[in-house]
Each structure stands twice: as C-alpha cells, then as structure tokens.
C-alpha cells in the first residue's frame, strides 16, 4: 500500500498523546501502571528484605529499634525506586534537572514512609502488637499499600512533570 494510510491501529497509536485515540492512552496509562508496579514490587522487595535483616538478622542489628529499621529500609528502596522510575516507568516524563527531580522524588518518598512509619508506630506501639508478622503486616502491608497509592499519585503531579516525548 504506498497510500501513506495507516495499516494498523498500531500506526495510530503513534502520535503524540493529545492526537492519540482514546484506546491509545489508556493503554498507555495501563502499561504506566504495571511499570509502577513492578518497580515498586521490586522496591518492595528491597524494603521488606532490608527491614528483616535489620530486625531479626544476625546479630539483630536493630532488634528493638523497628522506626529505625524502617527509615534505613525505605531509604535505601527509594533509591531502588528512582532508578527504576526514572529510567522505565516515566522515561517520556522525566526532567533534565536529575537533582531536582531526586529532591522531590525524595520527598514524596517521605511522605510515603510517614504513612508507613504511622502504621507501625500505631501498630507496635499503641496497639502493642509486637510481633515479626504485625510489624510487617502494618508496616509492610497496610502502610505500603496506602503510600504507593500517594507515590503514584505525587510522582505523576510533581515529581515527573516534563511535557510526554511524543512515541517513536
């Protein structure tokens, strides 16, 4: 065909996001989100790995020390995470000003652990459940889930703000 017609939907889907059909964003947003995802599974990992072995690892580092444990594990998740969400979830997104961005980026993350760090303290403290399985249930569990839905939402509104690169 030397038309210059498209000769699939996938041709469509190509142009900058204001010219794409709708099916072509939310796409687009779909395959955002199970980028997200799987970062954050993977700093989820890390989180989680670095808080037990801090914890209830030899020589039990931080044994009665769990907002200690956390703050170190999620410092070093959320290094994790700027990597992998710069570089793969919001590449088209990301801004030439790196420090910048790590500054909010960091932030967020902040704020992120503070849901977190809420939780557990809640947990452990006043609650006065103490055990491996409650401090990962509220720390690893009910305060994760609540600050990936704030990370989400903060990476998108201000941390990587730059104008989408149209698609290749």
């Given amino acids: 065909m030397a038309t210059g017609a498209p000769t699939s939907n996938v041709d469509t889907l190509s ?3 204001a010219q794409r059909p709708p099916r072509g964003r939310r796409h687009t947003q779909i395959l955002e989100v199970l980028r997200f995802g799987s970062v954050g599974g993977l700093a989820f ?5 670095m808080f037990n072995l801090l914890r209830f690892g030899p020589g039990d580092l931080l044994e009665d020390k769990p907002i200690t444990a956390k703050i170190l594990s999620v410092a070093i998740a959320t290094l994790v995470s700027w990597v992998g969400n710069r570089y793969w979830t919001f590449s088209d997104r990301r801004t030439p000003t790196r420090v910048r961005e790590l500054m909010g ?3 967020v993350n902040i704020g992120g652990m503070a ?5 557990l303290g809640f947990s452990h403290y006043v609650l006065d459940l103490r055990s491996p399985l409650a401090d ?5 569990g009910v305060g ?3 600050g990936t839905a704030f990370r989400y939402v903060a990476y998108r509104s201000w941390v990587f703000t730059a ?6």
């Fill in 163 to 168: 104008d989408k690169a149209p698609s290749a």
């Fill in 115 to 119: 849901i977190a760090v809420a939780c």
């Fill in 136 to 140: 990962n249930i509220s720390a690893n």
């Fill in 45 to 49: 990992v890390v989180d989680t790995g």
């Fill in 105 to 107: 980026f960091a932030v």
């Fill in 144 to 146: 994760l889930v609540l």
């Fill in 15 to 17: 142009g900058p996001p």
